[in-house]
């Protein structure tokens, strides 16, 4: 069966400090990979996405991922945080096969950035 | 525009009610989802719409549990004869033709089985 790990159940960050929050899947095949964001008291939202192309895609906030397929990882990166990147963030996979629509989630990370 | 619509935002029923949840999509987007979030879990499939048919129902838990979809927009989830375990918040989300895997999530419905 399909999963996704995120390694990182709780970070603490101060501000200006680089963030990398890991992702890793279990399937062999071709997948769709998103990072999701859910602000306190927002809903969720997407923040980045990769189908296919360049490995290294750039999303929102000056949030980036780098899809790595030899070690089935989909790790977010942001090179300085600020107190308004705390948050809840989600790995998802989806895996692109036939009709298959659901997205496979991590169990999330929660995100606080001291000021 | 107006985004993803789920009613009611909390809900507290007794063990043993029935429930009814809803969701209202985006304009246009024929793909609609349910997924539910419990404490300290990820977001769980549950169901999948595309237009009125659900392709995909593998994520229901038991057959307590029932989703429809009429005239390719509002849903409704139904919970029978609720348990405790049931508690959880109850996301909706939607997706256009164009975008299909790209999701766009409604507030969610917290329920609270008593």
């Known amino acids: 069966a399909q999963s996704v790990s995120q390694h990182n159940h709780h970070v603490i960050l101060s501000e200006a400090a680089s963030l990398e929050l890991g992702c890793n899947y279990s399937?062999?095949?071709?997948?769709?990979l998103f990072w999701y964001v859910q602000y306190p008291g927002q809903h969720l939202q997407l923040l980045l996405k990769?189908?296919?192309?360049d490995p290294l895609v750039k999303g929102i906030k000056g949030f980036e991922a780098e899809f790595i397929k030899s070690k089935f990882s989909f790790n977010l990166r942001k090179p300085s945080v600020q107190w308004s990147d705390t948050a809840e963030y989600f790995c998802?996979?989806?895996?692109?096969?036939?009709?298959?629509?659901?997205?496979?989630w991590g169990l999330g990370t929660s995100l606080a950035v001291n000021p | 525009g107006a985004g993803v619509s789920q009613s009611p935002s909390n809900k507290v029923t007794e063990k043993g009610k029935d429930v009814e949840l809803r969701c209202d999509p985006i304009?246009?987007?024929?793909?609609l989802y349910w997924y539910r979030q419990s404490l300290g879990q990820g977001l769980e499939f549950l169901i999948y719409?595309?237009?009125?048919?659900?392709?995909?129902k593998s994520g229901l838990p038991s057959d307590r549990f029932s989703a429809e979809r009429t005239g390719g927009s509002v849903s409704t989830l139904t919970i029978q004869r609720t348990q405790q375990e049931d508690s959880a918040v109850y996301l909706c989300?939607?997706?256009?033709?164009?975008?299909?895997?790209?999701?766009?999530f409604g507030p969610g419905t917290r329920l609270t089985v008593t």
């Open positions: 989300a939607s997706s256009s033709p164009a975008g299909i895997y790209e999701q766009y």
């Open positions: 304009s246009g987007h024929t793909a």
């Open positions: 719409f595309q237009g009125n048919s659900a392709p995909d």
């Open positions: 399937y062999g095949g071709t997948v769709n």
């Open positions: 990769y189908f296919s192309g």
């Open positions: 998802a996979v989806n895996a692109n096969a036939g009709n298959n629509r659901k997205l496979i």
